[in-house]
C-alpha cells in the first residue's frame, strides 16, 4: 500500500508564512475610511494567498503531495459589516496562482470548515450561514481553477437531543444544496457524536466520500472495530477516482484524549495501517498533529523503526 502523508494549512518550518492573517472586526470598525479598510482586508488576503503558494513550494521540495487549506485565507468574509464585499475579483489572479501550481504539481488539496458550519441544525439562521460559508468554500477552489476533486471536508454536527431527527434534517440539508457544492463534500467522523459507523450510514445514503478520523473514532464508538468498517468506509471513494484519505493524531494526554499531541504516535499509526492496508492500495493520511510540517518530518523518522514501512521519498511510504 502506498502512503502519502499531508498536513494542515500553517507550516512550522518556514518563517513568517502564516496563510491566516487577519484583522479583527473591532480594528476593521475603527478604520474610519471603509473603502481604504476594504482595500487592507484584500492585501492582507493576497498576502495569505502569497503564504500558501510559499508552502506548497516548500511542499514540493519535501515531496508533500498532500495539503489543507487555512480557511482563513480571506479576512473576515462572511461578517455582517461586509455583506456587500466581494473580494474575488480583485484577488482573481492570486487564486489562480494558487491553482496553477496545485495543479501543475500533481498536488491533492481541501479545505475544512469550521465546527459553526453544521448543516444538522434546526435554526434557520445556522443553516443559512453553514451553507454561504461552504458556498465560500468551493468559491475559492473555484477562484483557483481547481476540479471537484479538491474537496470541503465536514462534520455531520449535533444531535441536539436526538440523532435520528438531526441524521434526517442532514440528509435532507444535504440533498438541498446547489450541485456545485454538494460534490466537493466529505464527511468525517466526531469524537463526540456522530461515530464512525453512522457517518458511513449517511455517507453510503448520500453518496458522498467519507474520512476517517482514526483519532476521533478511538474515543467516539461503540465496540466496533476500524477494520471491520474499512472495506466499506474505502468504496465510498471508488467513484471519486481518489485514494481513501483518513485523518491521524494522537492524544494529548491521559485527562485530554480529544485534544491533540504536538507529534503521531508511530505506533498506534502502525495499528491502523495493518488494518488498512489488507484492503487498499493506496491511502492519503492527513496528519492533525499541532506541529504541522514538522510532526510529518519527524513520523518519516519514526516509521523507520517499522519493518513493514519502505520510504519511497520524504512524505510517502509502501507498507508491505
Known amino acids: 500500500m502506498i502512503v502519502r502523508f499531508g498536513y494542515v494549512a500553517m507550516s512550522v518550518e ?37 503564504n500558501t503558494l510559499r508552502l506548497l ?24 459589516m461586509l455583506a456587500d464585499w466581494d473580494p474575488f475579483p480583485q484577488l482573481e489572479e492570486s487564486f489562480r496562482e494558487v491553482g496553477d501550481y496545485v495543479k501543475e504539481n500533481g498536488m491533492r488539496v481541501s479545505f475544512h470548515p469550521d465546527h459553526f458550519t453544521v448543516l444538522s441544525t434546526p435554526r434557520e439562521e445556522v443553516l443559512a450561514h453553514s451553507i454561504a460559508d461552504l458556498d465560500r468554500h468551493v468559491r475559492m477552489l473555484e477562484a483557483m481553477g481547481l476540479t471537484k476533486e479538491a474537496k470541503c471536508n465536514i462534520h455531520i454536527g449535533g444531535s441536539y437531543g436526538s440523532k435520528d431527527k438531526a441524521m434526517a434534517r442532514f440528509a435532507a440539508n444535504v440533498k438541498a444544496l446547489p450541485a456545485r457544492i454538494r460534490e466537493r463534500l466529505m464527511f468525517e467522523n466526531d469524537d463526540k457524536t456522530f461515530t464512525a ?26 465496540g466496533e472495530d476500524m477494520e471491520e468498517l474499512w472495506p466499506a468506509i474505502a468504496a465510498t471513494w471508488k467513484e471519486t477516482g481518489l485514494p481513501p484519505k483518513i485523518h491521524v493524531s494522537s492524544p494529548r494526554s491521559d485527562k485530554d484524549p480529544r485534544g491533540h499531541a504536538d507529534y503521531v504516535n508511530a505506533a498506534e499509526l502502525a ?12 491511502l492519503d493520511v492527513m ?3 499541532k506541529r504541522k510540517d514538522g510532526a510529518l518530518f519527524q513520523l518519516m523518522k519514526d516509521l523507520a523503526d517499522f519493518s513493514e514501512a519502505e520510504p519511497v521519498n520524504q512524505a510517502s511510504i509502501v507498507w508491505k
Open 197 to 222: 459507523r453512522e457517518t458511513l450510514q449517511a455517507c453510503q445514503e448520500l453518496g458522498v466520500p467519507m474520512v476517517l478520523d482514526v483519532h476521533h473514532h478511538a474515543v467516539n464508538n461503540e
Open 14 to 50: 518556514v518563517k513568517n508564512a502564516s496563510p491566516s492573517k487577519t484583522m479583527t472586526a473591532t480594528q476593521f470598525a475603527k478604520l474610519a475610511d471603509r473603502e481604504a479598510a476594504i482595500r487592507k482586508l484584500e492585501r492582507i488576503a493576497a498576502e495569505n494567498l502569497h
Open 287 to 289: 496528519i492533525e498533529a
Open 57 to 80: 513550494r516548500h511542499n514540493k521540495a519535501h515531496d508533500i503531495k498532500l495539503y489543507r487549506f487555512s480557511s482563513k485565507l480571506i479576512p473576515l468574509i462572511g461578517h455582517e
Open 271 to 282: 495499528a491502523a495501517l495493518r488494518g488498512i492496508g489488507p484492503h487498499s492500495p493506496e
